[in-house]
């Protein structure tokens, strides 16, 4: 972990704050690394820039296992994001065959960033409990070192409001509160300092998978939720978080 404070946008940094606060999470194992400038001007012709980009998609490629997914260590494809918002829960092939820069979803966030090296992490695909089609997944919402929010990650169907779910969503609020006490300071994702004004306090929505065989596990952190950039607000309206929400509420907008 970066020592001089934490970036939010990181997989790689989340995980060693799951580690810290004995936190179970979908591993992760870092395969490629590229410097983030090459990955900019992957379209500039330069045939440096494009030998680089060449070793590095080939050891990815290299990489790729069956019941894998790669991912960025700032965001999901775009293609993974598609295919589980359309209610397609289970791998493909698919999935890795597009993975690549040339990506309106992991292009446009490099932006945001902060650090001059990616990597490129592969996770197994865990099997999820599926209700109507969708994972349970839960999105937290942090602000200002406190959770303000928990959400039904997939707004497009609804979570009963059942005793398994009502212990799922205080499990994942206190799991996110000892994750908030790891958390070093400061920020140090500028484009989020800008946005939330505040380095030295924890701003950021964590999710949560609840797996086939019954186990909570973090799946990914990321920025926050604000009225111009940041995490989608899944079943709430925007700039409107708190409390509870299994199902889509009035004003609130699919992912």
Not at 52 to 71: E, K, P
Not at 188 to 205: C, G, I
Not at 213 to 238: M, V, Y
């Amino acid at each position: 972990m970066m020592s001089e404070g934490f970036n939010t946008v990181s997989l790689a940094e989340w995980l060693d704050v799951c580690e810290d606060a004995g936190v179970s999470y979908v591993p992760a194992e870092e395969v490629a690394e590229i410097s983030v400038a090459t990955l900019i001007d992957f379209d500039s012709g330069d045939p440096r820039i494009e030998a680089d980009l060449t070793t590095f998609f080939d050891t990815v490629y290299d990489a790729q296992r069956a019941n894998h997914i790669m991912r960025w260590d700032h965001c999901a494809s775009t293609c993974l994001k598609g295919r589980m918002s359309a209610g397609w829960h289970r791998w493909h092939r698919e999935i890795d065959r597009w993975f690549t820069i040339d990506d309106p979803r992991a292009y446009d966030l490099l932006s945001d960033y902060g650090k001059p090296t990616m990597v490129v992490h592969r996770r197994p695909w865990i099997d999820a409990w599926i209700i109507d089609s969708y994972p349970v997944e839960y999105r937290v919402f942090v602000a200002d070192d406190r959770v303000i929010g928990v959400s039904n990650y997939y707004p497009q169907r609804a979570l009963p409001d059942d005793t398994l779910i009502k212990l799922d969503i205080q499990e994942v609020w206190e799991r996110t509160e000892r994750l908030i006490n790891q958390i070093p300071r400061p920020m140090t994702n500028q484009r989020q300092n800008r946005e939330t004004q505040d380095p030295h306090h924890v701003y950021a929505s964590v999710d949560w998978l609840r797996t086939n065989d019954g186990r909570l596990l973090f799946l990914e952190g990321g920025p926050p939720h604000t009225a111009n950039w940041g995490a989608h607000p899944c079943c709430f309206p925007p700039c409107e978080i708190k409390g509870v929400a299994l199902s889509r509420m009035v004003g609130a907008e699919l992912a």
